[in-house]
């Protein structure tokens, strides 16, 4: 039971590029969501999916796209990255609790 | 929005001491969360809260929820050098289908052996 999982690790971008973080859960989570880190600031929400076929903005969703291939994956995604972008993304998924995955660290150069 | 205020920002302390860190709200939440990141790692659940006046231990944590529901505290007894990291809040906010959490921006601790 790996929990939640999350890929890359680590990702370093040229600005204008684009890529996508893949996440996964094996805990039969209806929800999932996709925070951004910043340095000395808590978590912000970017997007979030209540169920399979269902995906909503959160607190920061400008410059990114979701999709929750099904119920076991979510993908966020960069469609032209910035510097402003470069962060600790984190994936979560929930029952009662929301339980996270162990980020990806991105560059934007 | 919600938001969540947590006291202190960051805090040093001796190996063994106590540690008090607490979480307050501009509005009632239903159930607390806390959480410990470790460097480098994503965030760990330590304790969930679902009554108001309710108190919980986990090991050498306890945290509360406050009876106005709109705040919590978290302690830590006789701290170790492991116990170094960013504790945060949490607070879930009903959506449609769903809940989304909103965090604290978190307590520092560092612990001097």
């Known amino acids: 039971n790996a929990g939640v999982t999350q890929t890359p690790k680590f990702q370093v971008l040229k600005t204008g590029q684009s890529m996508t973080l893949q996440c996964a859960q094996d805990m039969n989570h209806n929800s999932m969501y996709w925070y951004r880190q910043d340095p000395g600031m808590g978590l912000r929400l970017i997007y979030y999916?209540?169920?399979?076929?269902?995906?909503d903005k959160g607190e920061v969703p400008n410059g990114y796209n979701v999709s929750r291939l099904n119920k076991r994956e979510f993908s966020l995604r960069l469609e032209s990255a910035a510097p402003s972008q470069t962060s600790v993304y984190f994936c979560?998924?929930?029952?009662?609790?929301?339980?996270f995955g162990p980020g990806t660290r991105l560059t934007v150069l | 929005g919600q938001q969540l205020n947590q006291s202190p920002q960051s805090m040093f302390i001796q190996e063994g001491e106590d540690v008090s860190m607490n979480c307050t709200s501009s509005s009632i939440f239903n159930t607390w969360l806390w959480y410990k990141q470790d460097p480098g790692e994503g965030p760990v659940l330590l304790i969930a809260?679902?009554?108001?006046?309710e108190l919980t231990s986990n090991g050498r944590l306890t945290a509360q929820f406050g009876i106005t529901r709109k705040d919590s505290f978290l302690n830590i007894s006789a701290s170790i050098p492991s116990d170094v990291g960013i504790y945060f809040c949490?607070?879930?906010?009903?959506?449609?289908?769903?809940?989304?959490?909103?965090f604290g921006t978190g307590t520092r601790l560092k612990v001097l052996a």
């Open positions: 949490a607070g879930p906010e009903l959506v449609i289908g769903t809940y989304k959490y909103i």
């Open positions: 979560a998924s929930r029952t009662t609790e929301q339980f």
């Open positions: 999916s209540a169920s399979e076929g269902t995906t």
């Open positions: 809260l679902y009554k108001a006046g």
